[in-house]
């Protein structure tokens, strides 16, 4: 399920490794020079790690394949009876909490990140999101519909992945190389 529906008590909406990307420091600015180069078109670190790496031309068919996997299985598993039928216990369960929102994607929704950190009302709607995904068992009912749409898909796409997944094998094993020496 994609990560950025995810809700916290301790930061609403907000991602809690990055609570300060809004307003980000000097030291932040000079990390991403660094990272990405003076330029900020990855000349930097990054592109050095990538050539070290041998990693700037991963499997391009099985990174796609992925992607659509992804992206496909998600937006389908939402039209799911089981899925729509705990979106509306879901809501139930919100509204009797005093929030009026039709699913959890809704309540995650942009209007949150308009300030570098969460507010206490997106902490109060977080909390009952969590609260009423937990009381439907929403989660797992959302798992198991996208895994059910997923696994024909990979099925069919198992040669490109496979490709993806022994280019990422073998990035490791440099990753780890280039770190074992003194």
């Given amino acids: 399920m994609e990560s950025w529906i ?36 990855n000349d930097g670190c990054m592109a050095a790690a990538d050539r070290a790496l041998g990693s700037e031309k991963p499997p391009a068919k099985g990174i796609e394949s992925a992607r659509t996997i992804d992206v496909t299985s998600f937006k389908e598993s ?20 005093g929030y009026k929102y039709t699913s959890p994607l809704e309540s995650a929704g942009v209007k949150w990140f308009a300030t570098a950190s969460a507010t206490a009302s997106e902490k109060r709607v977080a909390r009952a999101d969590v609260s ?48 074992e020496k003194p």
């Fill in 132 to 179: 009423c995904k937990n009381q439907v068992d929403l989660v797992d009912r959302w798992y198991k519909a996208e895994s059910s749409i997923q696994q024909p898909m990979i099925e069919r796409h198992a040669e490109e992945l496979k490709e993806l997944m022994i280019f990422q094998d073998e990035l490791v094993k440099r990753a780890r190389h280039i770190l």
């Fill in 6 to 41: 995810k809700a916290s008590p301790a930061y609403g909406y907000h991602d809690p490794r990055d609570d300060s990307a809004a307003r980000p420091s000097l030291a932040l600015t000079q990390l991403r020079r660094s990272f990405f180069g003076p330029s900020g078109e």
């Fill in 78 to 97: 939402q039209t799911s009876a089981d899925v729509r039928k705990a979106f509306s216990e879901w809501s139930a369960c919100m509204s009797s909490k």
